[in-house]
């Protein structure tokens, strides 16, 4: 440890016997062990002026171990390293030796000049040389050089850059939210890395089998956040990988495609979420995946490029009622502080003209359009939060591609690739299309007898060799006629106080719940339907919870299904199901504890649980 770390050394010689073992162990090893390791780092920038801020560390290792049998292999005669020939020795060792170095770069503190800033500060890397040597009694020699380092980009601007076209509007007044908008016009994040791996293995074994494998691969990686409006996001990462073997290096500055490309990933990502209406919360987000692969092995029967995508678009909006009512309601006034008025007596008469004045005040009746309106308003304010929710969902996998598939392709706006598919492929398309729709919200009665109500509609559609699908959606079985109706859920809490129940009760309420869906199976189209599935489910059709004064809880509820499937194609036919049952349920619970006649003020604590 040399002048304020600047350079750190650090070595290591280690020697075993044969016969060295550990006291877990019975035996040793059966070989004499030899090693030998060294390492050593140096600040390069501790050359460089530290208002620089710059760290350019280095470091270097070097080990070599070495491994001598005690006995010849395959016999009992021993090993002398002192006198047996070099041969013998070269052909029964165990030799590995290994050195490299590696250096990196990258900036500690922040530069106060715009392009140093912008271009230098953000900019990170390394670059590692290793090689290695080994033999062993089967293996002649394994040689392995290989050189990897990384070049990473990575640029944060935040929202400090923007445009304030409206602001002349003023911060008052109708237009103020308009005033306030803000145009970014720079990405938030930018982010860039690129990795590269050379390497170069040989290995000969002792029956003269040699093998020679070099490997040579490049990635790059790209990540983009921009932020146009505070309501908007917009997100891609990009990877790339290719094949440096049959190119040149140096082609990294002068392609973008610098090898063989291997693969391709790619994810983009939108989200709006805008805040105009304080009654109104909606929300829509998009994202598409996509991936390209090509194996060169495969390549001569033509289908060595596959390729896949998959989309996803959600859309979803709160209505509330109860703020929409209020925003026409007037403020309520701020409260004034009383100033004390001094009292005046007024006569009989002037008390008598007073009073009249205000009974014809109260008398005077309010104009009937308003009332008509102020009774909507209360109306609406017993609906809960109506919840849309909107998704669709499609996903392509694509074999034996013959080409790049199109932007359209990548961003999952289309789920054709656009370019020819090889002969060879006897399947090359499969995809996969969902859409569902849901709307969910209540009514509240009375405080204790509130309804809650949910209708969902969705479809399928898969094709392979064949084209198949389906469309689900709620609906009531009535008198064999399917009728598209919301599935509902009742409940009437605060029944205790009825005179049913009030002397016995502590707790008590009356539920109902109704779901039903009809589902519809096709073939070819979605005018070939070839199975009909519908579903009537009241589960209860009416229940009762009861929870007695005395601690005992009960549930009863009488339940009601019914399911039928239409055939439309051979073979042709009905069936129905038709369930009904009434089932009760009691639980009992204690808490407390059990007097020890013979031991006084003991009690024991105990804990009975009892259903039924």
Known sequence: NLADNFIKINGEITRKNADFHTVNDRFGKGAN?????????????????????ISLPLTATFSKNRQTPKYIPGSDILVHEKTDPDTLLEKIRSKNVQQG?????????????????????????SFTYRRTNASSSQMKYSKSVTRSGYFNYNLSLGKNYYWHPFKWLGKKGFFKKLS????????????????GNDSDKEREERGGVKSHVPTSNFSRDLSVSFNPVDALSLDLTKSWSFDMRESKWTDLFSSLNPGKPLSTTQRFSANFNPQILPWLTPTAKYTASYKWNNNPQMANRGTGQTSSVNSNFTFSATLNPKKFVDMFHKKSSSYRRRTRRPIIRRSHKEKTTKKTAEEKTKKKKPFPLLSIFSGLGKIIQKIDPLSIRMSQTSSAQDRGLLGIPSFSYQIGTTLDP???????????????????????????FTPQLTAKFTYTLSSSENQTAQITGNISKSALLWKNKTLPIPNWSIQWRGIEKLPLFSKVARSAFLSHTFSGRKTEIWNGS????????????FRPLLGLSLTFKNGLTANIQYTLTENLTLNRKYPTGKSKQYNSAISVTAHYSRRGGIKIPFLKGKKLENNIDFSL
Do not use: C
């Open 180 to 195: 306030q908008m803000k145009f970014y016009y720079l990405p938030s994040n930018f982010s860039l890395k690129m990795q």
């Open 101 to 125: 170095f590696t250096v990196r770069f990258s900036k500690r503190t922040r530069s106060r000049n715009f392009w140093t800033r912008y271009f230098i500060d953000p900019i990170s890397g």
């Open 526 to 537: 979605s005018d070939k339907t070839i199975q009909e599935k519908i579903s009537r489910d």
């Open 418 to 444: 656009g370019v020819p598919i090889s002969d060879a492929v006897t399947q090359p398309i499969s995809t996969k299309k969902n859409q569902n729709l849901s709307f969910n919200s209540g009514f509240r």
């Open 33 to 53: 062990t030899l090693g030998e390791n060294l390492n050593a780092s140096v600040q390069l920038h501790k050359f460089l002026p530290t208002e620089w801020g």
